[in-house]
């Protein structure tokens, strides 16, 4: 599709921090055509209107794209919405991703500084095709009633500037100025992802802090806008805070999101703000481009007693369909879930995120360790293709993959562009072991479960390039180890970039981000390395590339012999680090014999660490299944139901409503801190269908089924019910004395069943119910 775009702001924007929205009209002929098809795109996001009525009900569109590559545009059938004669088309278009905030640093301006917007209307009639194009003729203004916009800082309206009818016909708009042309050399494709809409919505508590402060208590963490109505006279202004937490002492805080640096204020402080000037009377707002992170909200300057009915906290993310059920007889559990289900929500909204407040951007890390949960949970095959594309439009011409998808800037300083506006590389977010090798591993997990092999094929060649890159680095030697000798050295990873396991119990991102940068864990990146270069050469396989699935095969052998040199000492792993004992085993670079003990070992370390939680990022969602491929049901079921820190259960009883970043996000004084909505240490939870409930692909996408689950007396009951690609699975089961009992249903696929007491049968019924004695 061949657009021409506009550029609706004729002077050049005053400076990073103040944009007003651009309001775009057009008024066009319509007389004798049949169907009427709008093409829309824009940089930046937009909210389009057909004589004043919305085209749909989404939100930040056309979403989050590698704009320097990649802009996805959307097609409507506009027909019904016209009517015979003069029509109007109005667009509102804000910053979004492509000028606003981005990331940490919450730098804006990052992927270009001219908003820009392109239609196409396509009138067909029995003679042919009529095309309608943004371009000169088309009006725009920026005096309209959001006078600042970005999608996480801040929404500044002002409705004394209303304008009644702008999307309308008839409107006067010689006030306006004529856009200008502008242009985009990225490629423009069909919408990919899953739109982004309103989804539940919550009634909110009023409440009055020690502080004297009006506060909204909404019951649940997310992602969203509140809507308010309020009652007052033109020229009052009023300001909505949103924050995830109270403080220690019961009052509003930001403070757990506020990085401690130069540009704190843009990310804490002066973030998730909306100021509200109201025009005269009753009035009822919500926000089209400032989507927040938050449970709270404080009020300032209400000018009427601040009601709660006047209020509702409304959840905004990209429409993927729910595909899951799990409950068990611990209700703590079920919260556990669900307090992760919203996580998810929160951190789904066009892109994968790692939180939906500070950061917000797409860190390869969190979705690579989420994506097997995300997928018992909900239909996101859609939804991580798009990201996919982008992914790999991102690689380097040296075959590096970035860490954050799209690419949002990484310093406070200015951004360095070479002389074709390429951002310096020094500046971009590579390479990171476990990160960036989430664009190998999660087409893996889409053909696991979803059975083809679209996302394998997508990144395929890009995955073989990493690949190269990764061994050339690995053939490098670290300063410290520039003396280590052995052929086997040459497949140690220990140079470059990584971030490491990462925020095990009690590290810090500071302490944990400078090792990233100085001494990179090399168990962890070789570990990785193995790890992908496997991946690739089953990808291979499943391609039929049968030579190169043998070259890569040979060389995971090497990486996986160096591993084991380095780092599995007389059989097993000698550390204090649960993470070190976990790895190897999940990934299967030990040997059978070793894992037994390796695994035997954690288990120890476990109990004597009075089951607690000792991993970090890379490794908190596969300790439950290492545990259970040995039979640690005991252990497995007392890590997961300890109450205290660190353990999934300690933040329930400081009232989580979503999954913390870090263990301890509101220590033993109440004080909070980090971000209260990340979904990866919850990316665990895959364990309730596979683990506990047992339900396995032993084939690509269900075309067999393995039904095995970890049980213990610890738990009377647990019941997943799975909408696979193949059709539903059940499996619930229930201990009652000494009798288990377990209730099968299964789609027409033949299906394995183990019982608790090691017995096996095969299910060819659609429907079944089994039982044994408890041992
Ligand atoms: C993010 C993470 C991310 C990490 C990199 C953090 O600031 O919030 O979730 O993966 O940096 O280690």
Not at 41 to 46: K, P, Q, S
Not at 67 to 92: C, E, F, H, P, W
Not at 444 to 456: H, P, R, S, T, V
Not at 734 to 742: A, N, Q, R
Request: some cysteine; aromatic content about 12%.
């Amino acid at each position: 599709m061949k657009f021409r775009f506009i550029e609706p702001e004729i002077l050049s924007p005053k400076n990073e921090s103040e944009q007003p929205v651009s309001y775009v009209r057009k008024e066009f002929d319509v007389s004798k055509a049949k169907k009427v098809m709008l093409h829309i795109t824009a940089l930046g996001v937009f909210k389009a209107y057909i004589n004043g009525k919305p085209i749909d009900d989404c939100y930040l569109l056309p979403g989050f794209t590698n704009y320097r590559k990649r802009l996805q545009y959307k097609t409507y059938d506009i027909t019904s919405m016209l009517s015979k004669g003069r029509n109007a088309i109005g667009v509102v278009i804000g910053d979004g991703w492509y000028r606003g905030a981005l990331g940490a640093f919450g730098k804006r301006f990052y992927y270009g500084n001219k908003i820009k917007l392109a239609c196409s209307i396509e009138l067909v009639d029995d003679f042919g095709t009529k095309e309608i194009t943004t371009d000169e003729s088309w009006k725009a203004t920026q005096n309209g009633p959001i006078i600042q916009n970005d999608l996480k800082t801040y929404e500044t309206v002002d409705m004394r500037k209303e304008m009644h009818g702008w999307n309308d016909v008839g409107f006067d708009d010689k006030d306006w100025h004529n856009c200008v042309m502008g242009d985009y050399n990225g490629k423009c494709v069909p919408y990919e992802g899953e739109d982004i809409l309103e989804h539940e919505s919550f009634a909110a508590k009023v409440l009055k802090t020690p502080n004297g402060e009006t506060v909204l208590d909404f019951g649940q963490n997310l992602a969203g806008h509140i809507e308010f109505t309020v009652n007052g006279k033109s020229g009052d202004t009023v300001s909505i805070k949103m924050g995830e937490v109270l403080d220690e002492n019961g009052n509003f805080t930001t403070k757990n999101l506020e990085f401690v640096g130069k540009n704190q204020n843009v990310i804490g402080a002066l973030g998730q703000l909306l100021t509200y000037t109201l025009k005269d009377g009753k009035q009822t707002y919500k926000s089209m481009f400032l989507i927040s992170g938050y449970r709270y909200a404080k009020l300032d300057n209400w000018p009427e007693e601040v009601k709660a009915e006047n209020f509702r906290s409304i959840a905004v993310y990209s429409a993927f369909a729910t595909v899951s059920r799990f409950e068990c007889s611990n209700e703590m559990i079920n919260k556990l879930v669900e307090n992760s289900r919203w996580s998810q929500k929160s951190n789904f909204v066009d892109i994968p995120t790692d939180c939906p407040q500070r950061e917000r951007a797409g860190w390869t890390g969190d979705i690579n360790v989420f994506t097997e949960t995300a997928i018992w949970y909900t239909d996101v095959k859609k939804f991580l293709l798009k990201w996919l594309r982008d992914a790999v439009s991102l690689q380097k011409e040296d075959g590096n993959l970035p860490y954050i998808v799209p690419e949002v800037p990484m310093s406070m300083g200015k951004t360095k562009r070479d002389k074709n506006g390429e951002i310096k590389s020094m500046q971009l977010p590579n390479g990171s072991a476990g990160w960036s090798d989430a664009i190998i591993n999660i087409p893996m997990l889409l053909y696991k479960f979803y059975g083809d092999n679209e996302a394998i094929k997508i990144v395929y060649e890009c995955a073989k390039k990493y690949i190269t890159f990764e061994l050339k680095r690995a053939k490098r030697k670290h300063i410290l180890n520039l003396f280590k000798g052995g052929e086997h050295f040459e497949y140690i990873l220990d140079t470059g970039f990584h971030f490491g396991e990462w925020l095990e119990p009690g590290h810090s991102m500071q302490l944990d981000g400078l090792k990233a940068i100085f001494f990179p864990d090399s168990e962890v990146a070789t570990a990785w390395l193995y790890h992908s270069v496997k991946e690739v050469s089953e990808m291979a396989e499943i391609l039929n590339k049968n030579d190169e699935h043998e070259y890569y095969l040979k060389i995971a052998d090497k990486i996986k012999e160096a591993y084991r040199k380095e780092f599995i000492k007389k059989g097993t792993v000698i550390s204090d680090r649960q993470c070190r004992f976990v790895r190897p085993v999940y990934m299967e670079i030990a040997s059978e014999e070793e894992a037994k003990k390796i695994v035997s070992d954690l288990n120890d370390m476990i109990i004597k660490n009075d089951y607690k939680i000792g991993t970090g990022f890379l490794t908190t969602y596969k300790v439950l299944y290492v545990l259970s491929k040995y039979g640690y049901n005991e252990t497995i079921y007392r890590l997961l139901l300890n109450e205290k820190c660190p353990g999934w259960l300690y933040e329930l009883n400081k009232g989580a409503t979503t999954i913390w970043e870090d263990w301890l996000g509101i220590d033993e004084n109440n004080v909070p801190k980090n971000s209260m909505n990340h979904y990866s240490p919850g990316a665990s939870l895959s364990f309730m269908f596979a683990g506990i409930c047992g339900i396995n692909p032993t084939k690509p996408g269900f075309e067999e089924i393995l039904i095995m689950p970890c049980v213990s007396k610890l738990l009377s009951y647990a019941k997943a019910e799975y909408r696979s690609v193949k059709g539903n699975i059940v499996s619930k089961w229930d201990i009652k004395d000494d009798l288990f009992t377990l209730h099968v249903e299964i789609p027409d696929v033949p299906a394995t069943v183990v019982l608790p007491d090691g017995s096996k049968y095969s299910q060819n019924e659609r429907v079944k119910d089994y039982s044994c004695i408890m041992k």
